[in-house]
């Protein structure tokens, strides 16, 4: 089984191949008790494996029997990393990396080629130019293609010196092949310009054109640029046609504190359009990174898991070969097709991930929150309670077993979704309606406004598409008037109270998918899903859910307070 194996990704593929073709069911044990392979970061969290290693630390383990592993190690060649380019470089920090890298893993004599050929940038602050060249310096050289310059006006053109590959700055122009000897891109181009021909998509197709077909590029960018109409919608329209999207990771939101702009992580390989029935990509949400905010500052803490180290086992497989990898964490990972029926082109993890099942007191807590919320706005609008609590130990109990069901939203309403109808308070001036806006607390309620009936809604869901929470849903029984960044959800009207509060309780649960960026406005609303108990033929089991309510604190007096001015406002 002879094969040249030029990296580990690739002598991983290889393997694998091979030992499916002889038989093997290379699934994890862990995963598939007819299973035989460990991945690296699987053996380590084995404790049986782990003591059989020791301080190795290899690709993957194949099992044997019982007491016996195949230890398989597979090491690169520095020639598969290729030519790497930073256009908006800074002060050098990717491209740093990249040169630690190749010393790390490369003979000195290819690391020498390396930092003289194959390693490029553009700054176009001569100060930060400076602190770049000075960076790589400090690191064993490798300033040699890094220049202080507007990135637009040069393009990488190959050629050859001295024998080997390399390439060398010109100047562009119209009708220059959209091609270049850059094999891998690593960049951070700048956010919120005003200047609308540098925005941060036009910075990326920029490095596409200095690639090699194949070639892969990484790019920080604003969650804006894959969520937003407009240009950024017609460029992510053209990448997908012209090229394959590989991966695309959601940052913790405090990656770049005090800085308040939330980024992804986007990963492009040029030159091949994207089938939307074949190419699978990597979506994930990383909630953690091992850093904690303190001071103004960001600092390592050994309590706080790092998420993008467990991610990167995953991702270096799937940026080899997107077929290799089966793979679905709940909010945090999951690999599948691009939705080319979306209309948006929305290319956020948040819209691919599945919704973590959670334990049954999550369930209940989540649910009693509302109540809570519920209950504390009435008390605060002067609304007098006897309330009798129930004692702890008689709390309902869920089932053993619970079978989850998954529903639209339409699914409980007269009529689609829409929008609030008031822009500025200004419009409508001081009155007795209440004014539902993006407010977290007090129902939604921002004041009282002046509107006639006719404009109101009533025994509805208002769902806010903006504000901290920008997925925040409130029930009214009551005639209310909504801005028009809140969406209004018209409920059946047969839906009981308990089913009505279960609703906003889940709808709030899906909070993570949205963020100021990505605003859950009337549109998505309508898209809405929510996961909630069934009984044996598959519908919401109502009996269940008003057994939950039932044992509530408040909950017998919320409903006698809704039933009773409700039928009063539809008298």
């Given at each position: 089984m002879a094969k040249i194996?030029?990296?580990?990704?690739?002598?991983?593929?290889?393997?694998?191949?091979?030992?499916?073709?002889?038989?093997?069911?290379?699934?994890?044990?862990?995963?598939?008790?007819?299973?035989?392979?460990?991945?690296?970061?699987e053996c380590l969290n084995h404790p049986e494996i782990r003591k059989v290693l020791g301080r190795q630390r290899p690709e993957f383990v194949i099992k044997l029997n019982e007491t016996e592993y195949w230890v398989i190690e597979a090491k690169g060649e520095v020639s598969e990393i290729g030519k790497v380019f930073d256009p908006t470089c800074g002060t050098g920090g990717f491209l740093v990396a990249a040169f630690d890298y190749v010393r790390e893993h490369a003979s000195p004599e290819?690391?020498?080629?390396?930092?003289?050929?194959?390693?490029?940038?553009?700054?176009?602050?001569?100060t930060v130019a400076t602190m770049a060249i000075i960076n790589m310096i400090f690191r064993g050289d490798g300033?040699?293609?890094?220049?202080?310059?507007?990135?637009?006006?040069?393009?990488?053109?190959?050629?050859t010196e001295n024998g080997i590959e390399t390439g060398e700055y010109v100047l562009f122009q119209e009708g220059m092949e959209n091609n270049g000897p850059v094999t891998k891109v690593l960049m951070n181009p700048p956010f919120s310009k005003n200047n609308e021909n540098e925005r941060e998509y036009m910075f990326i197709q920029h490095a596409l054109g200095q690639m090699q077909p194949g070639g892969i590029l990484?790019?920080?960018?604003?969650?804006s640029v894959l969520i937003k109409g407009g240009k950024p919608k017609n460029w992510r329209k053209q990448l997908l046609a012209e090229n394959t999207l590989l991966s695309v990771i959601d940052?913790?939101?405090?990656?770049?504190?005090?800085?308040?702009?939330?980024?992804?992580?986007?990963?492009?390989?040029?030159?091949?359009?994207?089938?939307?029935?074949?190419?699978?990509?990597?979506?994930?949400?990383?909630?953690?990174?091992?850093?904690?905010?303190?001071?103004?500052?960001?600092?390592?803490?050994h309590r706080i898991p790092d998420e993008l180290k467990e991610l990167k086992k995953y991702l270096k497989i799937h940026l080899y070969d997107t077929s290799i990898l089966r793979r679905n964490i709940p909010e945090k990972m999951r690999i599948c097709l691009w939705n080319e029926k979306d209309e948006n082109i929305e290319l956020m993890p948040e819209v691919y991930l599945e919704e973590a099942a959670e334990t049954k007191q999550q369930l209940m807590d989540q649910v009693e929150q509302y109540v809570r919320e519920y209950l504390s706005f009435l008390i605060k609008r002067g609304v007098k309670m006897n309330i009798?609590?129930?004692?702890?130990?008689?709390?309902?109990?869920?089932?053993?077993?619970?079978?989850?069901?998954?529903?639209?939203?339409?699914?409980?309403?007269?009529?689609?979704?829409?929008?609030?109808?008031?822009?500025?308070?200004?419009?409508?001036?001081?009155?007795?309606?209440?004014?539902?806006?993006?407010?977290?607390?007090?129902?939604?309620?921002?004041?009282?406004?002046?509107?006639?009936?006719?404009?109101?809604?009533?025994?509805?869901?208002?769902?806010?598409?903006?504000?901290?929470?920008?997925?925040?849903?409130?029930?009214?029984?009551e005639p209310v008037a909504s801005y028009d960044n809140v969406t209004i959800?018209?409920?059946?009207?047969?839906?009981?109270?308990?089913?009505?509060?279960?609703?906003?309780?889940?709808?709030?649960?899906?909070?993570?998918?949205?963020?100021?960026?990505?605003?859950?406005?009337?549109?998505?609303?309508r898209e809405l899903k929510v996961r909630i108990p069934v009984n044996e033929k598959g519908e919401p089991d109502?009996?269940?859910?008003?057994?939950?309510?039932?044992?509530?604190?408040?909950?017998?007096?919320?409903?006698?307070?809704i039933t009773a001015q409700r039928d009063h406002v539809e008298k």
């Open positions: 194996r030029k990296s580990e990704y690739r002598s991983y593929a290889w393997m694998k191949t091979e030992l499916q073709k002889a038989g093997w069911n290379t699934k994890n044990p862990a995963l598939d008790a007819g299973g035989e392979v460990y991945y690296q970061q290819q690391t020498q080629i390396f930092k003289e050929h194959r390693i490029f940038g553009i700054e176009q602050d001569p300033k040699s293609n890094i220049i202080n310059d507007d990135c637009f006006p040069e393009h990488l053109k190959s050629k990484f790019s920080i960018i604003p969650t940052f913790p939101e405090d990656l770049f504190y005090p800085v308040g702009i939330r980024t992804v992580g986007i990963f492009i390989k040029k030159g091949i359009p994207h089938d939307a029935k074949k190419d699978r990509v990597l979506w994930a949400k990383v909630w953690q990174d091992g850093f904690v905010k303190s001071k103004g500052k960001r600092l390592s803490d009798k609590g129930k004692q702890e130990e008689e709390r309902y109990r869920l089932p053993e077993q619970m079978q989850y069901g998954e529903f639209m939203l339409s699914d409980f309403l007269w009529e689609p979704c829409y929008s609030g109808s008031v822009h500025s308070v200004s419009e409508v001036g001081e009155g007795r309606i209440p004014l539902i806006s993006c407010k977290t607390e007090n129902n939604g309620i921002v004041g009282h406004c002046d509107v006639d009936l006719e404009e109101c809604t009533y025994h509805c869901l208002t769902i806010a598409g903006d504000g901290s929470f920008p997925l925040t849903s409130y029930y009214h029984f959800a018209p409920l059946e009207d047969d839906l009981s109270l308990e089913i009505i509060f279960f609703l906003a309780s889940r709808l709030n649960r899906s909070r993570w998918r949205y963020s100021y960026g990505r605003k859950c406005y009337a549109k998505k609303a109502e009996g269940m859910i008003k057994s939950m309510f039932s044992q509530m604190y408040g909950w017998r007096e919320i409903v006698s307070y």
